[in-house]
């Protein structure tokens, strides 16, 4: 190809995707990342943003260090957009809000089918609740357990601690309660600070937290992270439904969906970089007093109305699919 050609060709092109730009309808998306505009997820969301230029949307994005903010100013109306936890995103769709409940998806075989289901037409339902659909969902990775001490290391060992709870999470409080621990109340942007200056003995979160947020400062002193599937959590994307055209929620889930491996990627690396010194391996018998004591506490949230029933549901099918042995698919209590 000449010279020539190739610089009329670029030429086009840009013209083109100029032109594209232009026919765009902006819209604005709030991102929460603890890490602001030079973190992991905030970059993350600039695929999405070119994206979104195929959809007929210019996304305006705006990086929110403080969760709850960014969940106010969508409420608000000041943001078309926004990227949230599943936790904080229950108070939008109580459906797409309760994935993240206690135990119900033990790996992340289980965590595809469920998001890989709701990436479907027929989900649209359960996907919205008035004016507010979740139109994508990506994985976080397993939620795990850390302690500043490996003694930490059952139900019974946990009593009397202090845990950075999400106190706008009902499902957190109970569970800590639950197991007699102490809450002490933290949000995703102070609870590494409260683990890693010893203001608590024990934290959650996935393993993409455990470098950006130097969660290895709380752990390297004869701490450690229980190797076991609390949940699975999730970053969810929902948007104010009449601000977009008809049709936009199945098309961007379709999209963020075609991510899932792309993010498992990111969510297994992360996993990986762990030192293997500071992973606690429960005995089996650890791992099933934890199975049941969670599932007793999401039962008793989808009883209190904490948990979607739906949800609870769907999860257990996809549960009993992956393993149809288990007690609880015939068991009727879920």
């Not at 979104?52 to 949307?57: I, Q, R, V």
């Not at 210019?58 to 100013?73: I, N, R, W």
């Not at 199945?250 to 963020?256: D, G, L, Q, S, T």
Request: contains cysteine; hydrophobic residues 40%.
């Amino acid at each position: 190809m000449s010279s020539k050609l190739l610089r009329a060709c670029v030429g086009a092109a840009l013209v083109v995707a100029g032109l594209s730009v232009q026919a765009a309808e902006k819209r604005s998306f709030c991102v929460f990342d603890p890490l602001g505009a030079s973190g992991p997820l905030f970059n993350a969301m600039k695929d999405t943003k070119v994206k979104a230029l195929s959809w007929g949307y210019d996304l305006e994005m705006s990086a929110f260090t403080d969760e709850k903010v960014a969940a106010d100013d969508f409420r608000a109306g000041q943001c078309d957009m926004v990227l949230l936890t599943d936790v904080r995103a229950r108070e939008f769709n109580k459906f797409a809000g309760s994935l993240v409940a206690v135990g119900a998806i033990p790996g992340y075989d289980e965590l595809r089918t469920l998001l890989q289901t709701l990436a479907t037409p027929k989900a649209e339902k359960l996907m919205t609740n008035g004016n507010y659909e979740v139109i994508g969902m990506l994985p976080a990775g397993s939620v795990y357990v850390f302690v500043r001490d490996k003694s930490i290391n059952s139900v019974e060992t946990i009593q009397g601690r202090k845990v950075a709870a999400f106190d706008y999470d009902p499902a957190a409080v109970t569970m800590v309660r639950h197991v007699g621990a102490s809450v002490v109340p933290a949000s995703p942007s102070s609870f590494a600070g409260k683990f890693n200056n010893g203001s608590v003995d024990v934290a959650y979160a996935p393993a993409v937290a455990y470098k950006p947020l130097e969660l290895y400062k709380g752990t390297q002193q004869g701490g450690g992270i229980f190797k076991y599937p609390f949940a699975q959590m999730t970053f969810q994307i929902i948007a104010h439904k009449d601000r977009f055209k008809p049709g936009l929620g199945n098309m961007a889930r379709a999209y963020f969906y075609g991510e899932f491996d792309k993010a498992m990627e990111t969510v297994k690396k992360a996993e990986a970089e762990i030192p293997a010194n500071e992973w606690v391996i429960p005995k089996p018998e650890q791992r099933e007093g934890f199975d049941k004591m969670l599932r007793d506490v999401r039962i008793a949230l989808k009883e209190q109305g904490v948990y979607d029933e739906k949800a609870l549901r769907l999860m257990l099918k996809v549960r009993c699919k992956k393993n149809p042995q288990r007690a609880e698919c015939v068991d009727g209590r879920e």
